[in-house]
């Protein structure tokens, strides 16, 4: 009757265990949270890190400038563009590591905002090392550098006209091949065609209507003053060229105020430029910008400004 | 009467193991919460010290890149240390690049024989005057700023027109991160 052969417990035992499952698990949760947290840090820091090196990626006097940023491991760039915050929008950059062996990617870092860069490139780029090509843009004056970023994308040059292959040769980047005809483009590489509809293009550039197709979305670019927004309208994506083209001309708008006031200046001390009216009408239609269709209509005025600016004596920039 | 007693002896003990057991576990709670206070706060100087030091690298390399931008470079001639006075001048007023570089402190100055003798410049006394402060923000903490020397060009009138290039420094301190 008395030999029931039952593990007995006492209520001290039942509390110890309980109380301490919950502070080994208590434990757990936590350690996890500051593991993630320490990686978000340590991502977001990357994404900092990203945005200072690459204003040494930018050009000063160079007409376009080629480097290489190196991480210690595997990651992922996400770059995004806002035109609607503040007087200039900007340049969002976020990154994801990914530890050796892990399959898993880390939680996206927190957003690193940029107003001064201007990045064309695909959305999110993979791998452990980032070319950075930039070129200046102007229109007609500098208005700023553009980057473009590649990471493990290539692409081919199909037919491109003997300028373009030209400056293309003279940028010694690997990325691009050119080639003259599609079929000895290599297999992953995107294809860019130059007067072409062969539906085997990735990418068809019309130097003619000054557009380029990709993803069945069309894109316009000016190349009167430079090259910097065909190039622009290839590497990225319809909806980040349109952002970054509003952003531009944003900045645009900004410069062509400054130099506005800058012809008072020098009218003051008897230098008259008489660009008044031009610099006038840019500006107003620097502020109506709502898409790259308007970028024909815009450079009108600024080749005006561009030819007037070359008669002065002294001139405005 | 002894079993009561013995059974009233007993509950007390067990009372006493478990008022003992929580007292443990309270002091085990507040030793962890004062272990992760003590990991967060090394941890979030550690990340102010960290972000401040992105801060001063990005600092030195934007003083360069500050001077190459559009809104300051002198576009007449290849120089990459030339700076437009006059383009300067406008900016000082213009609220819409308070944010735009990133920094708390930005001033160019001319280097002049009698350097204590330093005046900003206005609209009265431009361009017989040193100082150009573009942003120096209320209440920032600012450290030793970064500097570069650079040349300040303008266009002169008189004597049929010429390049006036006098020699300068432009300072600049990131924006701290609070």
């Known amino acids: 009757m008395k030999n029931k052969k039952a593990l007995e417990f006492s209520f001290g035992w039942i509390f110890a265990i309980l109380a301490g499952a919950f502070i080994i698990l208590l434990a757990v949760i936590i350690s996890q949270r500051l593991i993630a947290t320490e990686k978000k840090a340590g991502d977001t820091m990357l994404a900092k890190e990203v945005g200072i090196s690459l204003i040494s990626s930018e050009t000063a006097l160079e007409s376009s400038k080629l480097s290489k940023i190196n991480f210690q491991t595997e990651t992922r760039f996400f770059f995004d563009c806002n035109s609607v915050k503040g007087p200039f929008g900007e340049q969002r950059i976020k990154t994801s590591t990914k530890m050796p062996g892990n399959k898993q990617w880390n939680n996206e870092s927190f957003e690193q905002k940029f107003p001064d860069k201007y990045i064309f490139s695909s959305r999110t780029i993979e791998g452990k090392t980032l070319t950075v090509f930039s070129k200046p843009f102007n229109f007609p004056y500098k208005i700023a550098d553009l980057l473009f970023i590649f990471g493990n994308e290539t692409y081919c040059f199909v037919n491109p006209p003997p300028a373009i292959e030209y400056e293309i040769s003279s940028f010694s980047l690997r990325l691009i091949n050119i080639s003259d005809a599609i079929e000895n483009c290599q297999r992953n590489s995107k294809k860019v065609c130059f007067y072409s509809s062969n539906p085997k293009c990735d990418i ?114 | 009467m002894q079993t009561n007693s013995f059974r009233a002896l007993f509950i007390k003990k067990s009372q006493l193991q478990i008022q003992q057991m929580a007292f443990v576990l309270v002091a085990l709670m507040i030793l962890f919460g004062l272990i992760l206070v003590s990991y ?93 402060t573009l942003i120096k923000k209320d209440n920032a903490d600012i450290g030793i700023p970064k500097g570069a020397f650079v040349s300040l060009c303008r266009h002169e009138n008189d004597r049929d027109g010429y390049t006036r290039c ?8 990131p924006k701290k991160i609070k």
């Not at chain 2, 007449?76 to 213009?94: G, P």
């Open chain 2, 40 to 132: 967060t706060s090394i941890k979030i100087s550690q990340l102010n010290k960290e972000a401040n030091r992105l801060g001063e690298e990005q600092a030195t390399e934007m003083v360069k890149k500050i001077v190459s931008s559009p809104e300051f470079i002198w576009a007449y001639s290849s120089c990459s240390l030339c700076i437009d006075m006059d383009k300067v001048f406008i900016l000082k007023n213009r609220s819409e690049y308070r944010d735009f570089w990133n920094v708390d402190f930005l001033i160019i100055e001319k280097i002049t024989k009698d350097q204590r003798n330093r005046t900003e410049c206005n609209l009265l006394n431009y361009p017989n005057c040193t100082t150009i």
């Open chain 1, 204 to 317: 068809k550039v019309d130097l003619d209507a000054k557009s380029v197709e990709k993803d069945s979305k069309k894109v316009y670019f000016e190349d009167y003053f430079d090259t910097s927004l065909l190039y622009a309208s290839i590497f990225s994506d319809a909806i980040n060229y349109e952002c970054q083209l509003k952003r531009l001309m944003k900045r645009n708008y900004q410069l062509t105020s400054l130099y506005l006031e800058k012809t008072n200046l020098l009218s003051s001390i008897g230098c008259n430029s008489g660009l008044t009216g031009e610099l006038n009408i840019l500006k107003t239609k620097l502020n109506d910008f709502s898409s790259s269709l308007e970028i024909r209509r815009i450079s009108q005025s600024a080749k005006e400004i561009e030819y007037a600016n070359k008669q002065l004596s002294c001139p405005l920039y």
């Open chain 2, 166 to 173: 006098e020699l300068g420094k432009i300072y600049a301190y």
